[in-house]
């Protein structure tokens, strides 16, 4: 349980406030939910009082003799650890691993640790700067040796770790270099061409026989710049990650030798860096202290309900191919990376087409640890890279495709949870999924609890909630496990079941997690936070006063800034009235363009408003960019007004839309599907609601131009007017009106003598008058109409044309046929259709 | 259904193999047609003053009294272009498939009759302003004389009933209000984004942020990526946004937040809506926000969580006053009704109806220099009375051909 104690290192006199310093156990828990904080810590759970084999010293005299000596002593005694010079053997002060008599140890570890900060413990620091670190990374080493120790304070403390706020040491925002000034052909030119491509392309690029992350000698110089940026330090390049790698490390160094390798990598950064412009700050900006993260306090990790957690990735490491289980519970299930998997900026791996995978051996203790309780937990927390994989292995404890011991994995929207048990299949089937209508994965940070007991079956939690009904399978038990599995994120161990995605922490308990219990987890968050206090005393004349953020690294590209709040370090300073608006945060010496969420802040700061933490200025978050990294990125506010003082901000005029010419158009178009239909009704003068033709237009609606662009119009189109104005004519000719449409045209006789060369024309002429309209010089020549359907020359000839194929057409077509063709071949043209 | 397409097969089918002989001839004719265009005189100009407005030819009569009225001039045009929008097919078809598009996400213009695409026709038929379009509590409906089922908040049977007998909406319609009928009080109410069409189309699931969406493409004529300004603070975006999808911040710094940060303070004006597609009908919970408003709100705890249907313009600042914000207005409000009033009145909403309608008329847009200009002068006057109809026969008089 988190608790926070605000002291000033600069006003030495005020040290506490005393309404914090006297913060009761009541006031400790207000102070937990202020830094999200959940359940309360319970006991340890082991607790035997029986020596381990192998100790014949005296038994632990007190409850805290015994707790220390189960959660660190036994851990750290053996040769392979403290215990090789920490003993009474060898003699090298302290003596806290020393195996005759473990009360003494304890006196000896007493002078090493800080049990209300154990991250802040010798010991921890000790083995954090590598100091005999028994793993490849003193980070995991200096992880584990915390949750030792936090094992041993748990024991003692109800409160958890404490936290205090110090008074940073502040600078006014300096000058700096920017990236966002600087040009990736500059780079490309003076870095990435020269040296990265020549160098380092071997490895570190997606294309390499052996590829290897970070990818910042990818072909494309783009690609490459993004991952180059952090490891290069434009206002002081000696400082640049390339440069120390090659100089420091001898990592790879070329033929010109390290020395000479890392001076070559140093001018190079150098020539690029003079390229870039150094950003001022502007002077008329009302602006706070800067700080990086690194000056804050941290806020986070103490409070997590890990009594029965037996396995803890938390991915700090950020370089290398091992992420290291950090639980403290041997053997450690170290995972390797391999494939296209990415180290997470703030903690976690991106899984790309990859995995992270432990040895068989160590994955076994998962099976020692479950099975002998019959129950466990998969917790993690994850960020899945899209919603259409299927099943997508999250976390695995399985041989392959057919058979595993357990499971969590995407499909699409839902989480599913597999399980090898009595009642369940060898592949662990069925699955117990989300449901799929509720979407519960969603392409966002995620924190996913899968549980497992035989009185309450699976379980599945996401964000807190449980989000899965009552397991179809009753619960079983865990007999048939098989302990040469193997344990892997984001793949089937075949490689088989990719998920894409990002994992921020996995962990792993021998029991099922109460709801509580993962309320509790989820409530902790995830990732390193920190806890800034931007100076603003010389702005408002308040000694002490500060800005306070909770800052973390959001993902690799962006920091999440949370919560501001007011507060003055020293209570006794009294705060009213003072106005404050519009809080923007800057880095790097230039106000950030992009999600500034408290450009709106209207508030004043008043100490009657004061919680715990201060006087609440805003309950949102912002997203920042991330620029250089979080060692080096400098971040200060800006305001405004805040107290006196105001900055007159002028905004971003309105944009100029310069129209451009469009291709000249065509300035005449085709009737669209309605269009037609009434302009045929209009025209033939028949019933749009008459049966067949209402029948076959609704038939045909969709199949007639639906938008008036002449070169939309296709084949298809003509066919169904065609067989539209078919329907209009012949309700025209055998309906009640045909007589006076084609008046004095007789329907009765044959053939041959109605469409006699004088009478044809009685059919002819109406219809060019009604569909075509008359004497309208946009449409075609009225001559020219009535010869293409029934032209008769001066010398009784009569050329090809519609009436005359008709009346020697082999189907013997009557007179009201003919009628009927004509009628159509004149309705369903371009004079009806082109308006 | 057999009954009726038996019928149809046996009226069709003697004329199946007439059909394919004639169809060549109506080819050549329709050849014929394409290459006959000539020089415009006044008469050529009525008619397709009359085709572009009515959707259908004029009879001989009305011809000639509209040939004479472009004869005299400007004005006479004008009046001629009114001639053809007394035509019931102005109403039935043109107007029916101009509004028919901006009442689904589709675009679809084969879609039934519904009470959006009435009220559209009937506030142009009685030249009501149209810059009440977003903000009245109005509505059309068909006649009782028509014989048709009554109107119904719970389905659209009214006015598909109205379009399937092809009734006459030029006489047809009769106005009322949304209040006495959807059961919205009147403060509630918001021109067509209150109707049962709109409500169904946009209030349906989701966020609600579709029917700010598509009014602001189907009345403001921009998308979202129009109107896309990174800069603006995104204190107003909900928790349902991810800030970091799929774990990359960049992409909501540079995509996301551009569109969000202007859109959901607007969107919150219809906090209190809803579609329920079990009833059928639209849902106003006054004082209580949808529960749609807090779907996904682990994405980004730290987001806003909407607390009533207050709206802001955000874009009232930086680069989207391109759009032109009634400075009389105070571009910001409580409910539907004042956010739609915001909209309806900005210079962008008058010039999309404009360029709409002459997208209609002209059968193509705006094109160059003098189109613009035409475009203009059109905003100009419809800003004096919103009468759509007046905008419908200046384009169609500038349309009428040379």
Same mark, same amino acid.
């Given at each position: 349980?988190?608790?926070?104690?605000?002291?000033?290192?600069?006003?030495?006199?005020?040290?506490?406030?005393?309404?914090?310093?006297?913060?009761?156990?009541?006031?400790?828990?207000?102070?937990?939910?202020?830094?999200?904080?959940?359940?309360?810590?319970?006991?340890?759970?082991?607790?035997?009082?029986?020596?381990?084999?192998?100790?014949?010293?005296?038994?632990?005299?007190?409850?805290?003799?015994?707790?220390?000596?189960?959660?660190?002593?036994?851990?750290?005694?053996?040769?392979?650890?403290?215990?090789?010079?920490?003993?009474?053997?060898?003699?090298?002060?302290?003596?806290?691993?020393?195996?005759?008599?473990?009360?003494?140890?304890?006196?000896?570890?007493?002078?090493?640790?800080?049990?209300?900060?154990?991250?802040?413990?010798?010991?921890?620091?000790?083995?954090?700067?590598? !100091? &005999? %670190? /028994?793993?490849?990374?003193?980070? $995991?080493? @200096?992880?584990? #040796?915390?949750?030792? =120790?936090?094992?041993? +304070?748990?024991?003692?403390?109800?409160?958890?770790?404490?936290?205090?706020?110090?008074?940073?040491?502040?600078?006014?925002?300096?000058?700096?270099?920017?990236?966002?000034?600087?040009?990736?052909?500059?780079?490309?030119?003076?870095?990435?061409?020269?040296?990265?491509?020549?160098?380092?392309?071997?490895?570190?690029?997606?294309?390499?026989?052996?590829?290897?992350?970070?990818?910042?000698?990818?072909?494309?110089?783009?690609?490459?710049?993004?991952?180059?940026?952090?490891?290069?330090?434009?206002?002081?390049?000696?400082?640049?990650?390339?440069?120390?790698?090659?100089?420091?490390?001898? !990592? &790879? %160094? /070329?033929?010109?030798?390290?020395? $000479?390798? @890392?001076?070559? #990598?140093?001018?190079? =950064?150098?020539?690029? +860096?003079?390229?870039?412009?150094?950003?001022?700050?502007?002077?008329?900006?009302?602006?706070?202290?800067?700080?990086?993260?690194?000056?804050?306090?941290?806020?986070?990790?103490?409070?997590?309900?890990?009594?029965?957690?037996?396995?803890?990735?938390?991915?700090?490491?950020?370089?290398?191919?091992?992420?290291?289980?950090?639980?403290?519970?041997?053997?450690?299930?170290?995972?390797?990376?391999?494939?296209?998997?990415?180290?997470?900026?703030?903690?976690?791996?991106?899984?790309?087409?990859?995995?992270?995978?432990?040895?068989?051996?160590?994955?076994?203790?998962?099976?020692?640890?479950?099975?002998?309780?019959?129950?466990?937990?998969?917790? $993690?927390?994850?960020?899945?890279?899209?919603?259409?994989?299927?099943?997508?292995?999250?976390?695995?404890?399985?041989?392959?495709?057919?058979?595993?011991?357990?499971?969590?994995?995407?499909?699409?929207?839902?989480?599913?949870?597999?399980?090898?048990?009595?009642?369940?299949?060898?592949?662990?089937?069925?699955?117990?999924?989300?449901?799929?209508?509720?979407?519960?994965?969603?392409?966002?940070?995620?924190?996913?609890?899968?549980?497992?007991?035989?009185?309450?079956?699976?379980?599945?939690?996401?964000?807190?909630?449980?989000?899965?009904?009552?397991?179809?399978?009753?619960?079983?038990?865990?007999?048939?496990?098989?302990?040469?599995?193997?344990?892997?994120?984001?793949?089937?161990?075949?490689?088989?079941?990719?998920?894409?995605?990002?994992?921020?922490?996995?962990?792993?308990?021998?029991?099922?997690?109460?709801?509580?219990?993962?309320?509790?987890?989820?409530?902790?968050?995830?990732?390193?936070?920190?806890?800034?206090?931007?100076?603003?005393?010389?702005?408002?004349?308040?000694?002490?006063?500060?800005?306070?953020?909770?800052?973390?690294?959001?993902?690799?590209?962006?920091?999440?800034?949370?919560?501001?709040?007011?507060?003055?370090?020293?209570?006794?300073?009294?705060?009213?009235?003072?106005?404050?608006?519009?809080?923007?945060?800057?880095?790097?010496?230039?106000?950030?363009?992009?999600?500034?969420?408290?450009?709106?802040?209207?508030?004043?700061?008043?100490?009657?408003?004061?919680?715990?933490?201060?006087?609440?200025?805003?309950?949102?978050?912002?997203?920042?960019?991330?620029?250089?990294?979080?060692?080096?990125?400098?971040?200060?506010?800006?305001?405004?007004?805040?107290?006196?003082?105001?900055?007159?901000?002028?905004?971003?005029?309105?944009?100029?839309?310069?129209?451009?010419?469009?291709?000249?158009?065509?300035?005449?178009?085709?009737?669209?599907?309605?269009?037609?239909?009434?302009?045929?009704?209009?025209?033939?003068?028949?019933?749009?609601?008459?049966?067949?033709?209402?029948?076959?237009?609704?038939?045909?609606?969709?199949?007639?131009?639906?938008?008036?662009?002449?070169?939309?119009?296709?084949?298809?189109?003509?066919?169904?007017?065609?067989?539209?104005?078919?329907?209009?004519?012949?309700?025209?000719?055998?309906?009640?009106?045909?007589?006076?449409?084609?008046?004095?045209?007789?329907?009765?006789?044959?053939?041959?003598?109605?469409?006699?060369?004088?009478?044809?024309?009685?059919?002819?002429?109406?219809?060019?008058?009604?569909?075509?309209?008359?004497?309208?010089?946009?449409?075609?020549?009225?001559?020219?109409?009535?010869?293409?359907?029934?032209?008769?020359?001066?010398?009784?000839?009569?050329?090809?044309?519609?009436?005359?194929?008709?009346?020697?057409?082999?189907?013997?077509?009557?007179?009201?046929?003919?009628?009927?063709?004509?009628?159509?071949?004149?309705?369903?043209?371009?004079?009806?259709?082109?308006? | 259904?057999?009954?009726?397409?038996?019928?149809?097969?046996?009226?069709?089918?003697?004329?199946?193999?007439?059909?394919?002989?004639?169809?060549?001839?109506?080819?050549?004719?329709?050849?014929?047609?394409?290459?006959?265009?000539?020089?415009?005189?006044?008469?050529?100009?009525?008619?397709?003053?009359?085709?572009?407005?009515?959707?259908?030819?004029?009879?001989?009569?009305?011809?000639?009294?509209?040939?004479?009225?472009?004869?005299?001039?400007?004005?006479?045009?004008?009046?001629?272009?009114?001639?053809?929008?007394?035509?019931?097919?102005?109403?039935?078809?043109?107007?029916?498939?101009?509004?028919?598009?901006?009442?689904?996400?589709?675009?679809?213009?084969?879609?039934?009759?519904?009470?959006?695409?009435?009220?559209?026709?009937?506030?142009?038929?009685?030249?009501?302003?149209?810059?009440?379009?977003?903000?009245?509590?109005?509505?059309?409906?068909?006649?009782?004389?028509?014989?048709?089922?009554?109107?119904?908040?719970?389905?659209?049977?009214?006015?598909?009933?109205?379009?399937?007998?092809?009734?006459?909406?030029?006489?047809?319609?009769?106005?009322?209000?949304?209040?006495?009928?959807?059961?919205?009080?009147?403060?509630?109410?918001?021109?067509?984004?209150?109707?049962?069409?709109?409500?169904?189309?946009?209030?349906?699931?989701?966020?609600?942020?579709?029917?700010?969406?598509?009014?602001?493409?189907?009345?403001?004529?921009?998308?979202?990526?129009?109107?896309?300004?990174?800069?603006?603070?995104?204190?107003?975006?909900?928790?349902?946004?991810?800030?970091?999808?799929?774990?990359?911040?960049?992409?909501?710094?540079?995509?996301?937040?551009?569109?969000?940060?202007?859109?959901?303070?607007?969107?919150?004006?219809?906090?209190?809506?809803?579609?329920?597609?079990?009833?059928?009908?639209?849902?106003?919970?006054?004082?209580?926000?949808?529960?749609?408003?807090?779907?996904?709100?682990?994405?980004?705890?730290?987001?806003?969580?909407?607390?009533?249907?207050?709206?802001?313009?955000?874009?009232?600042?930086?680069?989207?006053?391109?759009?032109?914000?009634?400075?009389?207005?105070?571009?910001?409000?409580?409910?539907?009704?004042?956010?739609?009033?915001?909209?309806?009145?900005?210079?962008?909403?008058?010039?999309?109806?404009?360029?709409?309608?002459?997208?209609?008329?002209?059968?193509?847009?705006?094109?160059?220099?003098?189109?613009?200009?035409?475009?203009?002068?059109?905003?100009?006057?419809?800003?004096?009375?919103?009468?759509?109809?007046?905008?419908?026969?200046?384009?169609?008089?500038?349309?009428?051909?040379?």
């Amino acid at each position: 349980m988190d608790q926070v104690q605000v002291r000033s290192m600069t006003t030495p006199a005020l040290t506490k406030r005393p309404l914090r310093a006297s913060a009761t156990a009541a006031l400790a828990a207000v102070l937990l939910a202020a830094c999200g904080g959940g359940a309360p810590t319970t006991e340890n759970p082991v607790t035997s009082e029986t020596p381990p084999v192998g100790y014949q010293g005296p038994p632990p005299a007190t409850a805290d003799v015994q707790s220390f000596k189960l959660n660190v002593w036994d851990n750290v005694h053996t040769s392979n650890r403290c215990g090789a010079c920490h003993n009474e053997s060898v003699n090298q002060a302290p003596l806290f691993a020393r195996n005759d008599d473990v009360n003494l140890a304890y006196e000896a570890a007493n002078t090493v640790v800080n049990l209300t900060q154990p991250g802040n413990s010798r010991l921890v620091e000790k083995v954090g700067t590598g !100091h &005999n %670190c /028994w793993l490849s990374s003193a980070q $995991a080493c @200096a992880d584990i #040796m915390t949750t030792w =120790i936090e094992g041993w +304070a748990g024991e003692i403390a109800t409160g958890g770790r404490q936290i205090v706020l110090e008074a940073p040491v502040s600078t006014a925002p300096g000058a700096s270099k920017n990236y966002a000034n600087a040009t990736v052909q500059d780079f490309a030119t003076l870095v990435h061409e020269p040296l990265l491509l020549e160098y380092c392309a071997g490895c570190h690029s997606s294309s390499a026989p052996t590829s290897q992350q970070p990818y910042f000698a990818e072909a494309d110089a783009e690609a490459a710049f993004e991952a180059a940026k952090q490891r290069m330090d434009l206002d002081d390049p000696a400082n640049s990650r390339f440069v120390l790698r090659l100089g420091n490390e001898f !990592h &790879n %160094c /070329w033929d010109v030798g390290c020395a $000479a390798s @890392a001076a070559e #990598m140093q001018a190079a =950064i150098q020539a690029f +860096a003079d390229t870039v412009p150094l950003t001022e700050i502007d002077p008329a900006l009302i602006n706070s202290l800067a700080l990086r993260i690194v000056d804050g306090t941290i806020a986070a990790g103490g409070n997590r309900f890990e009594n029965d957690q037996v396995a803890l990735w938390e991915f700090k490491t950020g370089s290398g191919t091992t992420a290291y289980d950090t639980s403290g519970v041997d053997p450690a299930i170290d995972l390797t990376l391999s494939g296209d998997v990415a180290w997470f900026g703030g903690w976690g791996i991106t899984v790309n087409d990859g995995k992270a995978q432990g040895s068989t051996s160590a994955s076994k203790k998962l099976h020692d640890l479950i099975r002998g309780t019959g129950e466990y937990s998969i917790e $993690a927390w994850v960020v899945p890279a899209n919603v259409t994989q299927e099943m997508a292995r999250i976390v695995s404890y399985s041989a392959g495709d057919d058979a595993r011991n357990f499971t969590l994995q995407q499909t699409l929207y839902d989480y599913q949870h597999l399980l090898r048990s009595t009642e369940t299949s060898l592949n662990g089937d069925p699955a117990l999924s989300t449901p799929s209508a509720e979407e519960v994965l969603q392409a966002s940070l995620q924190h996913v609890v899968a549980t497992f007991s035989p009185v309450n079956g699976r379980r599945t939690f996401v964000n807190g909630e449980l989000r899965t009904g009552q397991d179809p399978v009753p619960g079983g038990s865990l007999v048939d496990w098989q302990d040469t599995f193997a344990f892997v994120l984001g793949n089937e161990v075949s490689n088989s079941g990719l998920w894409q995605g990002t994992i921020r922490l996995v962990a792993v308990h021998n029991r099922a997690l109460t709801p509580e219990q993962v309320v509790q987890n989820f409530d902790v968050g995830v990732g390193e936070k920190f806890f800034l206090l931007f100076s603003i005393e010389d702005i408002i004349n308040v000694p002490t006063a500060y800005i306070l953020f909770e800052v973390s690294q959001y993902d690799t590209y962006g920091y999440l800034f949370n919560e501001p709040r007011f507060i003055t370090l020293d209570e006794s300073q009294q705060v009213q009235g003072i106005p404050i608006q519009g809080l923007r945060i800057g880095i790097n010496g230039d106000e950030v363009s992009v999600g500034q969420s408290y450009a709106n802040l209207d508030s004043v700061l008043d100490t009657a408003a004061f919680g715990e933490l201060g006087q609440p200025l805003s309950a949102l978050g912002a997203i920042m960019p991330l620029e250089k990294g979080p060692e080096d990125d400098e971040f200060f506010l800006t305001f405004d007004l805040l107290g006196t003082q105001s900055y007159v901000r002028t905004g971003d005029p309105a944009l100029v839309v310069t129209p451009e010419d469009l291709p000249p158009a065509q300035r005449i178009g085709i009737r669209t599907f309605d269009e037609i239909n009434a302009t045929m009704a209009t025209v033939t003068g028949v019933d749009p609601e008459t049966t067949a033709v209402d029948m076959t237009f609704q038939k045909l609606r969709q199949s007639l131009p639906a938008v008036e662009n002449i070169q939309t119009f296709l084949s298809s189109h003509q066919v169904a007017i065609a067989q539209l104005a078919i329907e209009y004519c012949n309700a025209l000719v055998e309906g009640p009106d045909a007589a006076t449409y084609f008046s004095n045209f007789n329907f009765d006789q044959a053939p041959a003598t109605a469409y006699s060369e004088t009478n044809r024309n009685q059919v002819i002429d109406p219809l060019i008058d009604r569909v075509m309209g008359i004497a309208i010089q946009t449409q075609p020549d009225f001559t020219v109409v009535r010869d293409e359907l029934g032209y008769v020359s001066s010398d009784g000839a009569r050329p090809d044309n519609l009436i005359d194929r008709l009346l020697v057409s082999p189907d013997n077509p009557n007179t009201r046929a003919i009628a009927k063709g004509v009628c159509a071949a004149v309705l369903g043209s371009a004079v009806t259709l082109v308006q | 259904m057999n009954n009726r397409t038996t019928a149809y097969q046996h009226f069709a089918a003697p004329w199946t193999n007439l059909a394919m002989r004639c169809l060549a001839a109506i080819i050549v004719l329709a050849s014929t047609g394409l290459l006959s265009v000539a020089d415009a005189g006044p008469r050529e100009q009525a008619k397709r003053i009359h085709d572009r407005l009515a959707g259908v030819p004029p009879s001989e009569a009305v011809l000639v009294q509209m040939e004479a009225d472009v004869q005299a001039g400007n004005a006479g045009a004008i009046d001629a272009a009114y001639t053809a929008m007394a035509n019931p097919n102005f109403y039935n078809v043109t107007l029916k498939n101009f509004a028919a598009p901006w009442t689904n996400r589709e675009g679809d213009a084969f879609v039934p009759l519904n009470d959006y695409i009435a009220t559209v026709v009937g506030m142009i038929r009685d030249d009501v302003p149209f810059n009440q379009l977003l903000s009245a509590d109005l509505l059309y409906i068909g006649n009782p004389s028509l014989g048709v089922p009554p109107y119904s908040s719970s389905n659209n049977s009214h006015y598909e009933a109205i379009e399937s007998n092809n009734h006459d909406m030029q006489t047809g319609l009769v106005q009322t209000t949304q209040s006495s009928l959807t059961g919205l009080p009147p403060s509630a109410t918001a021109g067509v984004m209150t109707t049962r069409a709109a409500a169904e189309a946009f209030f349906v699931a989701g966020t609600n942020r579709a029917m700010f969406r598509f009014t602001m493409m189907n009345h403001m004529c921009n998308d979202m990526e129009q109107v896309h300004d990174t800069k603006l603070p995104p204190d107003r975006i909900r928790q349902d946004v991810s800030r970091s999808p799929g774990g990359d911040s960049r992409l909501f710094l540079n995509n996301c937040i551009g569109c969000h940060n202007g859109m959901d303070p607007m969107a919150q004006a219809f906090a209190y809506y809803n579609f329920n597609p079990d009833t059928g009908s639209i849902e106003y919970t006054p004082g209580q926000v949808q529960p749609k408003y807090f779907n996904n709100e682990d994405n980004f705890p730290f987001g806003f969580r909407t607390p009533d249907d207050s709206w802001d313009n955000y874009w009232r600042a930086g680069q989207n006053q391109f759009l032109g914000w009634d400075p009389s207005l105070p571009g910001s409000g409580v409910g539907a009704k004042s956010m739609g009033e915001e909209l309806a009145n900005s210079d962008a909403f008058a010039s999309c109806q404009v360029k709409k309608v002459f997208r209609a008329v002209c059968l193509r847009a705006p094109e160059d220099a003098t189109d613009r200009s035409q475009v203009d002068q059109m905003v100009t006057s419809f800003k004096t009375g919103y009468s759509m109809k007046q905008t419908f026969a200046e384009a169609a008089v500038y349309c009428m051909g040379q």
